[in-house]
C-alpha cells in the first residue's frame, strides 16, 4: 500500500507541505495522515457534541486537501490549519445542530468505492515506563474544557494543544494579544478549580 | 562554668534550639544567652524562623499536603503581580524583566511556588489527557480524503495504479542508479 513508503515517513512537515503544494498527493496524504490525529483531539475538545468530531475532522481534512496551495508560507503551516478548524467550529456554533448529510467520507458514494476509504490505525497502548492517565479522568478534562464559553476554550486548547505563540492566537481569533493573555489564564483558573479534586 | 565566645555561640544555636547539646553545653549556652544581647537577639530570630517551619510542617501533615500559609505577608503586591503573570509565565510571553519578576516571586514566596508547582502539574495532566484524545482516533481518513480530491485534480489520472507505478519508477532508477547514472525518480 501507498502508506507504507518510508520516503514520505522520513520527511518533516514543511518539505510535506511543499511538496503537497506542488501536487505531490502522496505527500499530501502523509501530510493528512500525521495531523489527524491532532484535528480530532482538537475538535474531540472544542465541540461539545461527541458525535460531530468525526464529521468535522474529516471536514477540515478535506478543506486542508483542497486549499493548501492557497497557503503562501509553508512554515505557517500549523497556524493556518488551526484556523481552519477554528473557523469551522466556528461554523459549528452558529448553526444550532448539524445536518446529519453535511459531509459522509464513510460512505462508499465515491470514485474509490472499490477498497475500504477509512482505514483503521493500529492501536497505540500507553508503554509500561510511559506516564498515563486513566480514561476517565481524560472525559472529565474533555468535559471542563468542552464546557468553557467558547473563546475561552479556543484560546486554551490552541494554546495547550496546539502550542500556538498568543500572536498566532490573536491572529486567527482575531483579537489582542492582551485579551488571549487574559482569556489563557482565566480558562487555566477555571480549570484548575474544576479539575481540584483529581489532579 | 566555661565562658563561651559568641561565635561559638552562634555556631551552636540551631542545636541549642533543637537541644542537641550535652547538659553542660546547654547551660553554658542559656548563661551566655541571658548576659549578652547581640546574641540574644540572634537566638530570638532564629528560633522564630524554626518555630514558623515547625508551624508549617504541621500544617502539611494536617492537610495532607494541601497547606495554605495564610500569612499576609506572603500576599502582598509581588504575589499578586504574580498571580496575575503566571499563566502567561509559563507561556514563556512575558517580557524579559516581567518574566524576572515572577521567576524572583516563585523563589522567595512558597504561596507562589505552591501554585507554580501545581500549574506545572496541571499542565502536565492536560498534555496527557491530550495525547489520550490523540490516540482515541482509530481511524485513517487521510486516503478517503485524497479520493475525494483526486478527482478534482485533472493532472492525475484516476484509474491509473499509483503504487504500481510507484513500483515501476523505483525498478527504473534502481537501474540507472546501478548504472552510475542517478535520477531523482522522475
Ligand atoms: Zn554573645
Redesign the pocket.
Known sequence: MSSQNTLYKNLNQYQLVELAQKGDLKALEELLRNEQKNIFATFSYLSNKREDVFDLTQEAMLKVAKNLKNLKEPKHFKSWLNKIVTNLFYDELRKCSRRPDTLSIDDDNDTCGAHSIVNSIPDTKCKPNEKCISLELEEIIRAEISNLPGQFKIAIVLRELQGLSYEEIADITKSSIGTVKSRISRARSKLQDGLKSYI | MENLS?GQ?IALLSFYIDEKLNSNLMKNIEY?LNT?S??RNKYMQLRKIYDNYADIKSRIEEDNDEYIVDDAIYRNQQYEFFKENLSAYIDNELKTEDNLRVKKAAIINPIARTELKNMLLFQQTLHMAFQKTKNNLKKDFSGGIICKIRDSLPKFNVNSDLSAWDKLINMLSNFLKSRGIFSNGK
Open positions: 559568641c555561640v551566655h549578652c547581640f546574641c
